[in-house]
Antibody, heavy 116, light 107 residues
Framework: EVQLLESGGGLVQPGGSLRLSCAAS????????MSWVRQAPGQGLEWVSS????????DYADFVEGRFTISRDNSKNTLYLRMNSLRAEDTAVYYCARLSSAIENWGQGTLVTVSS | DIQMTQSPSTLSSSVGDRVTITCRASQSVYSWLAWYQQKPGKAPKALIYEASSLQGGVPSRFSGSGSGTEFTLTISSLQPDDFATYYCQQYNTYPWTFGQGTKVEVK
């Protein structure tokens, strides 16, 4: 069974940093592209970033503006999202997702709250 | 960016009803269109990819159609477990974009 387990969320002050992790299990991690998608409280889904399986290509939403970095460690079956210069509007549940054509599997999410 | 617009925003329906949700893209996404179901407090669940292909384990009462800029998600006979919010998403072009969601509620 495919499992994606996010961690690293929490309360952070504006301007602060966090690193989210997503531990993958139940499948061979390295051949799959992966993504992060977020959902602000009471709002819809918003794509954040994706990373390819093979060449390490990364893509980001416009609102990231160089503040976030997606990465992966295939030896640890783990996906990361480093978030710097966090803003109040980054408050959301962040979901890790496995891609196979579209998003095929979602993690349960980790809540990031940016507030003073 | 490609804008995705779903209609209606809310749909009041009864068990057994045939339900249709429409998703329109601001430019062609070919068939690179997916649908997801989300229940309150839960992660989304993948239903359909490439506009009309059912993800594994998804009941056959769900179906998708369309290409280019207009797509539909149909539930042939609404079941109690289907009351949820549904999102479309284009993955033809970065940045990937989602529709605003359609809430299917009890009539």
């Amino acid at each position: 069974e495919v499992q994606l387990l996010e961690s690293g969320g929490g309360l952070v002050q504006p301007g602060g940093s966090l690193r989210l992790s997503c531990a993958a299990s139940g499948f061979t991690f390295s051949p799959y592209a992966m993504s992060w998608v977020r959902q602000a409280p009471g709002q819809g889904l918003e794509w954040v970033s994706s990373i390819s399986a093979t060449d390490g290509r990364t893509d980001y939403a416009d609102f990231v503006e160089g503040r976030f970095t997606i990465s992966r460690d295939n030896s640890k079956n783990t996906l990361y999202l480093r978030m710097n210069s966090l803003r109040a509007e980054d408050t959301a549940v962040y979901y890790c997702a496995r891609l196979s054509s579209a998003i095929e599997n979602w993690g349960q999410g980790t809540l990031v709250t940016v507030s003073s | 960016d490609i804008q995705m617009t779903q209609s209606p925003s809310t749909l009041s329906s009864s068990v057994g009803d045939r339900v249709t949700i429409t998703c329109r893209a601001s430019q062609s996404v070919y068939s690179w269109l997916a649908w997801y179901q989300q229940k309150p407090g839960k992660a989304p669940k993948a239903l359909i990819y490439e506009a009309s292909s059912l993800q594994g384990g998804v009941p056959s009462r769900f179906s998708g159609s369309g290409s280019g800029t207009e797509f539909t998600l149909t539930i042939s006979s609404l079941q109690p477990d289907d009351f949820a919010t549904y999102y479309c998403q284009q993955y033809n072009t970065y940045p990937w974009t989602f529709g605003q969601g359609t809430k299917v509620e009890v009539k």
